[in-house]
């Protein structure tokens, strides 16, 4: 289950909030004791305009991707932000994976490719996290390839 990386939890956007709401408010109050009294309400604005920001980074961090390898098949289920699903099946045996390196960063972009179809995933990870989900997930397809393991360990 892969989700986009969220910086603050709840209390710390509380917290947050509060210190800039404090500090622009203060800030705020200076300069309307000087007589700029637009100002004032500019300061309100940046407030803001801060909250909404996070209130739409907070939205968009809802979006999972899910990716489950089996023996028969690999299964990409992703839901946006919104609710919406969409899911792509592969046969494990078909599918490569082809991916898009960045001379400086390392992988950009992965990609599961079979008959035609090409879906990106993983698509929320930094390029370090993207090789080490690579990694496993290389490892996963060589045991899907492989097919049930059916030896008792005794």
């Not at 939890?9 to 622009?24: D, H, N, P, T, Y």
């Not at 309100?44 to 390898?69: M, N, S």
């Not at 299964?75 to 592969?90: I, K, L, M, T, Y």
């Amino acid at each position: 289950m892969l989700r986009p990386h969220r910086a603050l939890s709840r209390k710390g956007f509380l917290v947050l909030m509060a210190c800039l709401s404090v500090i622009s408010f203060s800030a705020g109050l200076v300069f309307l004791w000087m007589g700029a009294w637009p100002v004032f309400g500019f300061f309100g604005l940046d407030v803001l305009a801060i909250y909404a920001a996070f209130k739409i980074y907070d939205r968009r961090a809802r979006a999972t991707e899910e990716i489950t390898v089996t023996a028969s098949e690999i299964r990409v289920r992703r839901v946006s932000p919104r609710g919406d699903v969409v899911e792509w099946a592969f046969n494990p045996l078909w599918v490569q994976i082809d991916r898009v390196e960045h001379a400086e960063f390392g992988i950009d972009q992965l990609f599961l490719v079979s008959r035609g179809r090409r879906v990106s995933i993983a698509r929320v990870l930094g390029a370090e996290e993207k090789a080490s989900f690579l990694s496993a997930l290389l490892d996963a397809l060589g045991q899907a390839k492989r097919g049930p393991n059916y030896h008792s360990m005794a």
